[in-house]
């Protein structure tokens, strides 16, 4: 018996189309954080039982509660704006018929991202890798953000895709990073994770991983904005953090001037966005014209 899980929160744009991609499961839960929307009326058109539950921020303990619910052997975790593709599903439904599933506690999934009206076939979303498909019982989810799934045993991949639509404007994008680099700065400090001075170069270092090294550029416009807004999302939770380390321990901080601090802060916005400008048109120049012709 497979039970999939689908957490929502005013998802009524997205909701009907991941559970069609669901229907062959035999139990549908969907742990709706109190939508306002047609959620709830989309959810019960589609069969799915319904339990209503704050999230608080912690999407680790919704998703623990839903596998306190489940009633399957396996559990399958999607969510309301991804879609179990054809394919994928006939892979799920193969390998857990095999024989040699008994030994195998878990299965990753890759997802592949629908950005702004297209496919993104590299960059970092071409390499996600995310642990879905498990035995209930063999594990719990752990972290309040960018949670993950902790299974005790054996684990494989799967090779077909969860496809995911990640966000129809640039504006749901950044309300997206707003909210999203705001849980992971509040996680971050409130694990005691201090931030040292070779963190504010990870953003950096993220966009020329990412557009250079894993050929986000192949992508045209909408990878080097996806490439952008990652980064970004990266230096807003480094500068969310250091706010709240500012605000908090201000016994510290009066240790030094706080002015420079605010200085020193500014400062890295400006170069931030100016380096990556500079290695970018560096990059474009050194195409001598032959970026011209890539799909944007």
Not at 70 to 85: I, T
Not at 151 to 165: A, C, D, E, R, V
Not at 192 to 198: H, I, N, P, T, V
Not at 214 to 237: E, Q
Request: charged share 25%; glycine share 8%.
């Amino acid at each position: 018996m497979i039970s999939a899980i689908v957490l929502a929160k005013d998802e009524e744009k997205n909701l009907a189309r991941c559970l069609n991609s669901l229907s062959w499961c035999d139990e549908i839960l969907v742990i709706d954080d109190y939508s306002q929307d047609g959620t709830l009326k989309i959810a019960k058109e589609k069969k799915a039982l319904v339990i209503q539950r704050k999230l608080a921020d912690n999407f680790s303990g919704q998703r623990n509660f839903g596998l306190s619910k489940a009633k399957g052997e396996w559990v399958l975790f999607v969510d309301a704006d991804e879609e179990v593709s054809e394919n994928l599903r006939k892979e799920i439904l193969i390998q857990l018929s095999s024989s040699s599933v008994k030994d195998i506690d878990g299965f990753y999934l890759k997802r592949k991202d629908f950005f702004l009206g297209r496919w993104l076939n590299h960059g970092e979303t071409s390499f996600v890798r995310l642990l879905r498909l498990g035995r209930r019982g063999k594990g719990i989810w752990q972290g309040n953000v960018d949670e993950t799934w902790k299974i005790k045993g054996k684990t494989q991949s799967l090779g077909n895709p969860l496809f995911h639509y990640s966000h129809s404007s640039l504006v749901e994008f950044l309300n997206s990073l707003n909210r999203y680099s705001s849980l992971n700065a509040k996680q971050n400090f409130e694990n005691g994770r201090k931030l040292s001075f070779f963190d504010w170069f990870k953003p950096l270092g993220k966009f020329v991983f990412n557009y250079f090294f894993k050929l986000g550029f192949l992508d045209g416009a909408r990878g080097l904005m996806m490439t952008v807004l990652m980064s970004f999302h990266s230096f807003l939770v480094r500068g969310k953090q250091y706010l709240l380390e500012k605000n908090i321990a201000s016994e510290d901080l009066r240790k030094t001037n706080p002015k420079d601090g605010g200085k020193i802060f500014s400062l890295f916005i400006f170069a931030w966005g100016a380096v990556i400008i500079f290695f970018y048109l560096k990059f474009l120049l050194s195409r001598k014209g032959i970026w011209l012709n890539w799909p944007f």
